[in-house]
Every structure is written in structure tokens, then in C-alpha cells.
């Protein structure tokens, strides 16, 4: 990846490090698919404010129509069932093994983009880097997980759901949103991704459930702008150029960003574990994205 790639690589990874922290905190005072509604409510109508300022508006009716059901399907599976999926898992299961088993996305990814995206094969470095980093993952959070009483299958199933439908909807943007910009994209999957979720609300509870905390409403927003609007930018704007696999592996880096925020400001130590884990999660990510040199074609004379 150039320099400005892996920049955009590690501001994404340092914004979703804190999801699962506001996801916490809001899952205690709404339900899953009224976070999820919130959410990507904030997301769509930011990326809308943010494309009328820009007046990069145009054609958008055009597009719509052409993508309707490419923004209907990426809605479902990239942002209400996911989101939902964590969401009600995280009521049940430790934030640690949720973001393990999070983790999991890029070995579903590996094994689904083959299939679709011929630029994207399985090789040797990509399969060692994967299973090096989520090792690395499972490492740094050892602790947490061998000292947390969480054991619901049904939260670890989510979870793994969640990761798998992840996988799913990057392959599918990479294979059939390359010709759409990265704002257009983001904001039809929101738009379409608060529908469903706000049905699935008010068919499941019966009724939509508005935040009673302020602390809630930080939460919603804070996914909403910056965890949903922004960071989906770049997260197409790179899956583009760099492919499914090797962006899958941005969901390495919020357990490593989340040792660090608590070493920072709540004066957590930093053990030999979590530098081993951090290490191999640095080293995954690194051969993953390694550039193998081209072969010389060799020219007769």
C-alpha cells in the first residue's frame, strides 16, 4: 500500500477501535435495532450534508435507479444485520471475545473473495498474515478471556454471523461499487440499512424506543458520524485499490487501539502478552499487504 493508504489504513482502524466501547454504552439504555436505526440514521444524514456542501449531488437519481438494489443489498448485510447482530450479542458476551470473534472477518473474506474477484487469490503470504494476526488477537486479549465468565453461544454465534455477513458485503462492494463513489455508496447503504433496521424495531418490540441518557445520544453520534460516515468513506475509497482481503484485516487493529487507550487514560498496564499479541497482529497485517515484485517477462532476440 502507498503511504497515504496505510495512513487512512490506521485512522480507520483507531476510529472503530472505540465502536465497541459506544456500543457498550448504548446497548444499555436501547435496544440493538434502535441503536442500529440511530446510527445509521446520523451516518446517512451526515454524508448527505457533506455531498450537497461538495455539490457532488448530481446524477444521483441516476444512480440510484441503476443501483437500487446493489445499495438494497449492501443495506442489509453490511449495516442492519451486522450491526444488529453485535449489537444484541454484546448484551451477552464480553466486549474482548466480541471483537475476537470480530476478528474472524478477514478468514471468512479470504475464503469468499477468490471466488468473485479474480485480482484477489489466495496465496501463501495472505493466508500466513491472517492466521498470524488473529492469533495476535487472541493473544492481546488472553487475559480478558480467560478471566471473563461470558459463555453464551448464541452471543458467540452472532458474533460470527456478524463477520461472516462483513465478509459477504465487502466482497460484493469491491465486485459491484466500483463504478460508484464512495460517498453515493455509503450513504445509500445507510439509507436503506435505517429502514430496515427501524422495521425490524418496531416488529420485533412492537414500538421505537427513543435514548432517555445524554450519554447515549454521544454515543449514537459519535457512530454515527464518525464511526459510520467517515470512516465508510475511506473504507471504500481504499477497498477500490486495495481489494477485500487485504482490507479486511483493518478489524486487527481495534483490540491493539483499545490496549493503548486504556494504558493511556485509565493507567492499565501494558504486559509482555499484550506487546506479543500487538507484535503479531503488526506482523499479520504486514505480510498480508506485502507487494510482490512482478516478474520480468523475458524478451527473445
Do not use: C
Not at 472503530?16 to 435496544?31: Q, R
Not at 495476535?136 to 460470527?160: R, T, Y
Not at 453520534?221 to 459510520?228: F, H, N, V
Not at 481489494?243 to 487514560?265: D, E, H, K, N, Q
Amino acid at each position: 500500500m502507498k503511504t497515504r493508504d496505510w495512513l487512512n489504513f490506521w485512522f480507520l482502524g483507531l476510529i472503530w477501535g472505540t465502536s465497541f466501547l459506544w456500543i457498550k454504552i448504548a446497548v444499555a439504555d436501547v435496544s440493538p435495532a434502535v441503536l442500529v436505526s440511530f446510527r445509521a440514521f446520523f451516518g446517512a444524514g451526515g454524508l448527505g450534508i457533506a455531498i450537497l456542501a461538495a455539490r457532488r449531488a448530481g446524477g444521483f437519481w441516476q444512480t440510484l435507479r441503476r443501483h437500487w438494489f446493489d445499495f438494497t443489498f449492501m443495506g442489509l448485510f453490511n449495516i442492519a444485520v451486522p450491526w444488529i447482530l453485535i449489537s444484541w450479542a454484546e448484551q451477552f458476551i464480553d466486549s474482548g471475545l466480541a471483537a475476537v470473534l470480530n476478528s474472524t472477518m478477514p478468514l471468512f473474506t479470504i475464503i469468499i473473495a477468490p471466488i468473485f474477484i479474480l485480482d484477489d487469490r489466495i496465496t501463501l503470504p495472505k493466508v500466513v498474515g491472517l492466521v498470524i494476526g488473529f492469533l495476535g488477537v487472541v493473544v492481546l486479549l488472553s487475559p480478558d478471556l480467560i478471566g471473563g465468565s461470558s459463555s453464551n453461544l448464541l452471543g458467540q454465534a452472532g458474533m460470527m454471523l456478524a463477520a461472516l455477513s462483513y465478509a459477504v458485503s465487502s466482497v460484493y462492494a469491491r465486485r459491484k461499487g466500483a463504478e460508484i463513489n464512495p460517498e453515493m455508496l455509503s450513504m445509500m447503504q445507510f439509507a436503506t440499512g435505517t429502514i430496515f433496521a427501524t422495521a425490524f424495531s418496531l416488529i420485533a418490540g412492537g414500538s421505537f424506543g427513543f435514548p432517555k441518557l445524554p450519554m447515549t445520544w454521544v454515543a449514537l453520534l459519535w457512530l454515527g458520524l464518525l464511526g459510520s460516515a467517515l470512516a465508510y468513506i475511506i473504507y471504500f475509497s481504499m477497498l477500490k485499490r486495495i481489494g477485500p482481503t487485504r482490507m479486511s484485516t483493518v478489524t486487527y487493529i481495534p483490540p491493539m487501539i483499545g490496549m493503548l487507550l486504556g494504558a493511556l487514560f485509565l493507567g492499565e498496564q501494558i504486559t509482555w502478552i499484550s506487546i506479543l499479541g500487538a507484535l503479531l497482529i503488526l506482523s499479520g497485517i504486514l505480510i498480508v499487504n506485502m507487494q510482490r515484485k512482478a516478474t520480468p517477462i523475458p524478451v527473445s532476440k
